[in-house]
């Protein structure tokens, strides 16, 4: 069973950075494609960034473009997030994700979070503005 589990939210003011870890256990990670998605209350949970199995290719939200940045390290099972320049609208609850699919960065804006198969309980992120 595969168990990813989330670290580094928190409280941030308006125009800072974090940095998210998701650190992967009882599975293949280099064989997936990894992925952070967000929910903020009422809304649907959205992806904001997804890499492949090597991390050759990413995808990023548009929303975010410019702004984070996704990263894997196989040798450590983890998969990160840094975040800069945070905007009170990006304050939300921040899930890790992992596909079987590796290469889900082609079909990512297509089926979203419908092709992820592991999923972290979260971590909030709060940016005060």
């Known amino acids: 069973q595969v168990q990813l589990v989330e670290s580094g939210g928190g409280l941030v003011q308006a125009g800072g950075s974090l940095r998210l870890s998701c650190a992967a256990s009882?599975?293949?990670?280099?064989?997936?494609?990894m992925g952070w998605f967000r929910q903020s209350p009422g809304k649907e949970r959205d992806v904001v960034a997804v890499?492949?199995?090597?991390?050759?290719?990413?995808f990023y939200a548009d929303s975010v473009k410019g702004r984070f940045t996704i990263s894997r390290d196989n040798a450590k099972n983890t998969v990160y997030l840094q975040m800069n320049s945070l905007k009170p609208e990006d304050t939300a609850v921040y899930y890790c994700?992992?596909?079987?699919?590796?290469?889900?960065?082609?079909?990512?804006?297509?089926?979203?979070?419908?092709?992820?198969?592991?999923w972290g309980k979260g971590t909030l992120v709060t940016v005060s503005s």
């Open positions: 890499i492949n199995w090597n991390g050759g290719s990413t």
């Open positions: 009882g599975g293949s990670f280099s064989t997936y494609a």
């Open positions: 994700a992992a596909s079987v699919n590796r290469d889900y960065t082609s079909v990512v804006k297509q089926f979203g979070k419908d092709g992820m198969h592991y």
